[in-house]
């Protein structure tokens, strides 16, 4: 598949030196390739300008170069000007612009009881674009840009995610924009979702089923015991799309869990909300992590009720209920204690079904008996119980993020009366 190819520019210091995680990489990626285009490099910056006009320049090179960041009122807000400087264009202040900022800013001092003068030194840095520069206007102070570069175009836009994507289809309805999306073809996608099973498996699979190629291309992602596969592919690919997509259905049918994007959480949501039940979470070891994973999704309030992070024995034995004969015969990492505090939290927010995570995530506290990475799950409804024990590895934000997606999927597994139901 030949597709017109999208650079991606990020920069910000605090991304190089591991400050903060770069979100706007992977959305603009995932974008431009639903839009028909050929995501080729994502290349993060600091704020240093030899360094990000050096990757500008490269970016000048693809068909559409998408640059987060850089676009705000201090000195080290460089991306107007280097774009400027890279495309041969001066600076020219756009007075409507200017207007627009300083209402936000204005604003802002007065939200903020700050002085308005705090704001003024960067409002016209901020209004002054290269030459034939289209204004996206704003989501916060900073403008999205878009420059036209006959045939090919450059769009910059804000680095905070939430602006970022306010912002990205303004982008997409200018006219440069529209020109190149009209030489593209969105992609035919296939998805398939596995859990409890080896990518290098999948992998194989794929591979013995005659791979990539013809019009297809395949990715195969290993995400916290999770092995994502996604099948893209233009018209003369939809067939071997469909061969391998069907392959891995009968190669890995109990592992498979989903043929779309949703998250585990949507699905054990969904679940839940389709059979009446409200859910709760305890949690030791996972600190909350399966509670943050399923309040993250809209509308979770319809199911979730609460969950107890019981960290100590003693809140165990307070909050959730857990027998001190149970800690104290079987300790509180065990499938025992695990049972305990599911039921506790069922009892105790009153719902219908709840999951418990208690383990090691270390990198202290194992033992022979009970090695770092040992994890208790335990899940029950009114319909019955399921419980595994695991020995995850990887260090300690490793275990606890896969130990809660093994929560997870334990619900599924739970709630899900044909593993093939569509939820």
């Known amino acids: 598949m030949s597709r017109p190819r999208a650079v991606i520019v990020v920069t910000g210091s605090e991304l190089v030196r591991g400050d903060r995680s ?105 209004a002054s674009l290269p030459e034939g520069a289209i204004s996206l206007g704003l989501a916060g102070t900073a403008p999205g840009i878009v420059l036209d570069l006959e045939g090919r175009a450059v769009v910059a836009l804000p680095g905070p995610p939430a602006e970022l994507q306010r912002l990205w289809p303004r982008a997409l309805d200018t006219e440069p924009l529209r020109r190149l999306l009209w ?55 939809e067939a071997r ?42 949690e030791s070891c996972t600190g909350g992590l399966i509670a943050a994973r399923l309040t993250a999704v809209p509308g979770a309030s319809n199911v979730f009720k609460g969950g107890v992070v019981a960290y100590t024995d003693s809140v165990k034995e307070a909050q959730l209920g857990v027998p001190s004969s149970v800690l104290g015969r079987h300790g509180a990492v065990s499938a025992e204690t695990a049972e305990a505090m ?17 383990g090691i995530a270390g990198p202290g506290g194992g033992s022979e008996e009970k090695p770092v990475g040992r994890v208790c799950l335990h899940a029950s409804c009114p319909g019955g119980a399921l419980a595994t024990t695991l020995n995850l590895t990887g260090d300690r934000t ?8 093994a929560g997870l999927h334990l619900l599924r597994r739970l709630l899900a009366q044909n593993r093939h139901e569509a939820v």
Do not use: W
């Open 342 to 358: 599911a039921e506790g939290a069922r009892e105790r927010v009153g719902a219908d079904v709840a999951v418990a995570a208690t």
């Open 22 to 126: 770069d979100r706007n990489g992977p959305y603009l990626a995932r974008e431009a390739l639903r839009l028909g285009l050929e995501p080729s490099r994502i290349s993060i910056v600091g704020d240093r300008p030899q360094e990000l006009e050096q990757a500008l320049r490269e970016g000048m090179f693809a068909d559409l170069c998408l640059v987060s960041g850089g676009l705000g009122p201090t000195h080290d807000d460089r991306t107007v000007e280097l774009l400027a400087a890279v495309t041969g264009r001066g600076l020219v202040l756009d007075a409507e612009l200017e207007r627009e900022i300083e209402g936000v800013s204005r604003l802002a001092a007065e939200r903020q009881g700050r002085p308005y003068t705090d704001f003024r030194a960067g409002i016209q840095k901020q």
């Open 183 to 237: 030489r593209t073809s969105s992609p035919g996608h296939r998805v398939l979702r596995f859990y409890g099973v080896a990518e290098s498996a999948v992998a194989f699979a794929l591979e013995g089923c005659g791979g990539e190629g013809d019009g297809l291309e395949a990715t195969v992602c290993a995400r916290d015991l999770e092995v994502h596969v996604d099948l893209f592919y233009d018209g003369a690919g």
């Open 241 to 282: 799309a469909e061969t391998l997509a069907a392959a891995l259905r009968r190669g890995f049918e109990s592992e498979l869990f989903a043929e779309d994007e949703r998250a585990i959480e949507d699905l054990v949501l969904a679940l839940c909300e389709r059979r009446g039940f409200s859910l709760a979470t305890a």
């Open 398 to 405: 490793s275990v606890q993020r896969r130990a809660a997606v």
